[in-house]
Antibody, heavy 119, light 106 residues
């Protein structure tokens, strides 16, 4: 069955860095667009970034451009999010999710990884 | 930037019909989908491509999308349908989520 398992979250100081990972299994990872989506405590869902199946197309929400970098390793069935210059407003649960149709919706989500930016 | 607006809350009695709207400029020209999220859980897709239900989603969940508004309808609402619901669409190489609606089953 499809599984997405995030890791790498934790407590980090403002201005610090963190790298999230998402391990995928149960499907042909290299065939799918993947995204990172976050949810601040008590708030709604916010899409953060996507990467195409080959990695050639990448997009970010405006608030993370220049600070976050999405990448993938199709040989290792893994998705990554490098987060630099972290701010308090980046505090959220970060989910990785699969898009079954390249720009449509998310049919599978991970359990989420909590990132807390605080001194 | 593109925005999708939902009512903050909807209340419904058990067995009745709940309708949740999602408004955005020319939303009917795009595909809309809907997610259900219960406390402490990851979101779950309940409607995609405006009207389609993923495998395992009960028939009481249905969707429509026309003009500037997409609608999620829950017919014969049950207590277990109490959750937050989010619409989402694809716009200019980005995914856009709605503001979210809390459905309370009274």
């Amino acid at each position: 069955q499809v599984q997405l398992v995030e890791s790498g979250g934790g407590l980090v100081d403002p201005g610090g860095s963190l790298r999230l990972s998402c391990a995928a299994s149960g499907f042909t990872f290299r065939d799918y667009y993947m995204s990172w989506i976050r949810q601040a405590p008590g708030k709604g869902l916010e899409w953060v970034s996507f990467i195409s199946s080959s990695g050639n197309t990448i997009s970010y929400t405006d608030s993370v451009k220049g600070r976050f970098t999405i990448s993938r390793d199709n040989a290792k069935n893994s998705l990554f999010l490098q987060m630099n210059s972290l701010r308090a407003e980046d505090t959220a649960v970060y989910y990785c999710a699969r898009d079954p149709a390249a720009g449509r919706d998310f049919d599978y989500w991970g359990q989420g990884s909590l990132v807390t930016v605080s001194s | 930037s593109y925005e999708l607006t939902q009512p903050p809350s909807v209340s419904v009695s058990p067995g009745q019909t709940a309708s949740i709207t999602c408004s955005g400029d020319k939303l009917g020209d795009k595909y809309a989908c809907w997610y259900q999220q219960k406390p402490g859980q990851s979101p779950m897709l309940v409607i995609y491509q405006d009207t389609k239900r993923p495998s395992g989603i009960p028939e009481r969940f249905s969707g429509s999308n026309s003009g500037n508004t997409a609608t999620l309808t829950i017919s014969g609402t049950q207590a277990l349908d109490e959750a937050d619901y989010y619409c989402q669409a694809w716009h200019n190489n980005t995914y856009v989520f709605g503001t979210g609606t809390r459905v309370t089953v009274l």
